[in-house]
């Protein structure tokens, strides 16, 4: 029972940290992408 506890307790927080890691991962990518475009707006 103890050891199923864990499981599930590692699994969840493998979990929450890999969907927060995409979420910073694409926010970040979205802004860089924004930034480009941007920057070569000014540059025409």
């Known amino acids: 029972m103890i ?11 493998l979990l929450l940290g890999l969907s927060t890691f995409i ?6 990518s979205k802004k860089d992408l924004e930034g480009i475009t941007q920057k070569d707006e000014t540059k025409i």
């Open 3 to 13: 050891f199923l506890i864990l499981a599930y307790t590692i699994s969840f927080s």
């Open 23 to 28: 979420i910073l991962g694409y926010s970040k």
